[in-house]
């Protein structure tokens, strides 16, 4: 498996994906919404698999108490989605260098979606965040 790359518009944070990356889940959530202006595309991959590269404008915000998101202090830029104590980090999508080669594997808290937009695709739609095993949603690829 060949490396990805990615990082924020200034270029002032940068990372390296060692594993494999899961499929894309987008999230309309009021936060997600907040933080990007529509809705949130995240991949993700096991935290031991994300090496930063350049971080000196990483900044970290607690969103809640479970959750923190990173993003990029100097040009704004969102970047990651971390639970507290999990297993994986996501990764804005569109943060990522170059093809990805990745599909859209599902929709979360599309009660929380805005009323400009309909979700075109037929990809699996949860009105909230399904429960972490639920064989239908995207798992991060990687040792059990």
């Given at each position: 498996?060949?490396?990805?790359?990615?990082?924020?518009?200034?270029?002032?944070?940068?990372?390296r994906?060692?594993?494999?990356?899961?499929?894309?889940?987008?999230c309309?959530?009021?936060?997600?919404?907040?933080?990007?202006?529509?809705?949130?595309a995240?991949?993700?991959?096991?935290?031991?698999?994300?090496?930063?590269?350049?971080?000196?404008?990483?900044?970290w915000?607690?969103?809640?108490?479970?959750a923190?998101?990173?993003?990029?202090?100097?040009?704004?830029a969102?970047?990651?989605?971390?639970?507290?104590?999990?297993?994986?980090v996501?990764?804005a999508a569109?943060?990522?260098?170059?093809?990805?080669?990745?599909d859209?594997?599902?929709?979360l808290?599309?009660?929380?979606?805005?009323?400009?937009?309909?979700?075109?695709?037929?990809?699996?739609?949860?009105?909230?965040?399904?429960d972490w095993?639920?064989?239908?949603?995207?798992?991060v690829?990687?040792?059990?």
């Open positions: 498996m060949t490396d990805r790359t990615g990082g924020c518009l200034c270029g002032g944070v940068r990372y994906v060692t594993g494999p990356l899961r499929q894309v889940v987008t309309h959530c009021g936060q997600c919404r907040r933080t990007s202006g529509h809705f949130a995240f991949t993700a991959c096991a935290a031991s698999d994300l090496a930063l590269e350049s971080e000196h404008t990483l900044r915000y607690r969103s809640s108490p479970e923190q998101r990173g993003f990029c202090g100097e040009c704004g969102s970047l990651f989605w971390k639970l507290e104590g999990g297993r994986a996501s990764i569109g943060t990522l260098d170059g093809a990805t080669g990745l859209i594997g599902g929709h808290y599309t009660a929380d979606k805005g009323d400009y937009y309909a979700i075109a695709d037929s990809a699996p739609q949860w009105q909230s965040h399904p095993d639920d064989p239908a949603y995207p798992q690829p990687g040792p059990e």
